[in-house]
Protein backbone atom coordinates (compact mmCIF):
# COMPACT_ATOMS: atom_id res chain seq x y z
CA UNK A 1 0.00 0.00 0.00
CA UNK A 2 1.29 3.04 -0.75
CA UNK A 3 1.49 6.11 1.76
CA UNK A 4 1.72 9.94 1.06
CA UNK A 5 3.13 12.48 3.29
CA UNK A 6 2.62 16.19 2.39
CA UNK A 7 4.23 19.53 3.58
CA UNK A 8 5.42 22.80 2.89
CA UNK A 9 1.82 24.15 3.54
CA UNK A 10 2.56 28.25 4.74
CA UNK A 11 0.85 31.37 4.86
CA UNK A 12 2.21 33.53 2.28
CA UNK A 13 1.60 36.93 0.83
CA UNK A 14 0.25 36.91 -3.09
CA UNK A 15 3.26 37.31 -5.32
CA UNK A 16 4.93 34.61 -2.68
CA UNK A 17 6.36 31.45 -4.07
CA UNK A 18 6.27 28.01 -1.95
CA UNK A 19 7.24 24.27 -2.61
CA UNK A 20 5.40 21.24 -1.05
CA UNK A 21 6.60 18.45 -0.89
CA UNK A 22 4.97 14.31 -1.23
CA UNK A 23 6.74 11.81 0.04
CA UNK A 24 6.00 8.47 -1.53
CA UNK A 25 6.12 5.24 0.92
CA UNK A 26 7.88 2.82 0.06
CA UNK A 27 9.05 3.95 -3.20
CA UNK A 28 8.78 5.84 -5.90
CA UNK A 29 8.75 3.06 -8.57
CA UNK A 30 5.37 1.71 -6.41
CA UNK A 31 3.16 4.64 -8.22
CA UNK A 32 3.31 5.35 -11.88
CA UNK A 33 1.08 8.88 -11.37
CA UNK A 34 1.16 11.45 -8.87
CA UNK A 35 -0.72 14.46 -8.81
CA UNK A 36 -1.88 17.63 -6.16
CA UNK A 37 -5.46 18.49 -5.56
CA UNK A 38 -6.60 21.17 -4.11
CA UNK A 39 -9.58 22.03 -2.14
CA UNK A 40 -11.37 24.80 -0.28
CA UNK A 41 -14.21 24.50 1.90
CA UNK A 42 -17.65 24.02 0.11
CA UNK A 43 -15.69 22.55 -3.29
CA UNK A 44 -14.95 19.44 -4.66
CA UNK A 45 -11.15 18.53 -4.54
CA UNK A 46 -9.77 19.63 -8.17
CA UNK A 47 -6.54 18.84 -9.84
CA UNK A 48 -3.72 21.18 -10.53
CA UNK A 49 -0.93 19.05 -11.78
CA UNK A 50 0.44 15.28 -12.40
CA UNK A 51 3.74 13.45 -13.09
CA UNK A 52 3.69 10.30 -14.66
CA UNK A 53 6.92 8.87 -12.39
CA UNK A 54 8.75 6.76 -14.64
CA UNK A 55 8.94 9.49 -17.69
CA UNK A 56 8.81 13.31 -18.50
CA UNK A 57 5.48 14.26 -18.72
CA UNK A 58 3.33 16.27 -16.43
CA UNK A 59 -0.17 17.52 -16.77
CA UNK A 60 -1.67 21.10 -15.02
CA UNK A 61 -4.74 22.71 -15.16
CA UNK A 62 -5.22 25.85 -16.45
CA UNK A 63 -4.76 27.83 -13.66
CA UNK A 64 -1.63 26.29 -12.68
CA UNK A 65 0.37 26.70 -16.30
CA UNK A 66 2.90 28.72 -16.32
CA UNK A 67 2.80 29.10 -12.47
CA UNK A 68 3.60 26.00 -10.97
CA UNK A 69 5.70 23.14 -11.58
CA UNK A 70 5.67 19.58 -10.77
CA UNK A 71 8.98 17.83 -10.28
CA UNK A 72 10.55 14.19 -8.86
CA UNK A 73 13.32 13.40 -6.83
CA UNK A 74 13.87 9.21 -6.76
CA UNK A 75 16.46 9.27 -4.46
CA UNK A 76 14.02 10.94 -2.26
CA UNK A 77 10.97 9.44 -3.02
CA UNK A 78 9.52 12.78 -3.24
CA UNK A 79 6.85 14.47 -5.80
CA UNK A 80 7.36 18.25 -5.54
CA UNK A 81 4.89 21.18 -6.29
CA UNK A 82 6.86 24.31 -7.14
CA UNK A 83 4.61 27.30 -6.79
CA UNK A 84 5.09 31.12 -8.04
CA UNK A 85 3.64 33.73 -8.21
CA UNK A 86 0.76 32.55 -5.87
CA UNK A 87 -2.94 34.10 -6.08
CA UNK A 88 -5.44 34.60 -3.47
CA UNK A 89 -6.96 31.94 -5.56
CA UNK A 90 -4.55 29.34 -5.25
CA UNK A 91 -5.23 29.18 -1.18
CA UNK A 92 -6.75 25.70 0.34
CA UNK A 93 -5.45 22.18 1.60
CA UNK A 94 -3.17 20.83 -0.98
CA UNK A 95 -3.18 16.97 -1.27
CA UNK A 96 -1.12 14.35 -3.12
CA UNK A 97 -2.37 11.45 -4.58
CA UNK A 98 -1.26 8.69 -6.12
CA UNK A 99 -2.34 5.86 -9.22
CA UNK A 100 -0.52 2.63 -10.12
CA UNK A 101 -1.53 3.67 -13.49
CA UNK A 102 0.09 6.73 -15.81
CA UNK A 103 -1.32 9.49 -15.86
CA UNK A 104 -3.66 10.47 -18.92
CA UNK A 105 -6.74 12.25 -20.03
CA UNK A 106 -8.27 10.85 -16.68
CA UNK A 107 -5.36 12.55 -14.58
CA UNK A 108 -8.35 15.00 -13.07
CA UNK A 109 -10.57 12.06 -11.84
CA UNK A 110 -10.53 11.81 -8.48
CA UNK A 111 -11.25 8.15 -8.20
CA UNK A 112 -8.42 7.47 -10.58
CA UNK A 113 -6.34 7.72 -7.40
CA UNK A 114 -5.95 4.95 -5.12
CA UNK A 115 -4.35 6.50 -2.43
CA UNK A 116 -4.15 9.82 -0.78
CA UNK A 117 -2.20 11.92 1.63
CA UNK A 118 -3.75 14.04 4.65
CA UNK A 119 -2.77 17.22 2.88
CA UNK A 120 -1.02 20.47 3.70
CA UNK A 121 -2.14 23.99 4.44
CA UNK A 122 -1.69 26.82 1.75
CA UNK A 123 -2.63 30.32 3.04
CA UNK A 124 -2.13 33.00 0.54
CA UNK A 125 -3.06 37.43 1.78
CA UNK A 126 -3.36 39.80 -0.24
Known amino acids: QVQLVESGGASVQAGGSLRLSCVVSPYMYTTNCVAWFRQVPGKEREGVAA????????WYSDSAKGRFTITQDNDKNTVYLHMNSLKVEDAGMYYC???????????????????WGHGTQVTVSS
Open 51 to 58: LYTSGTFT
Open 97 to 115: AAAPLKCGADWKRRDFYTS
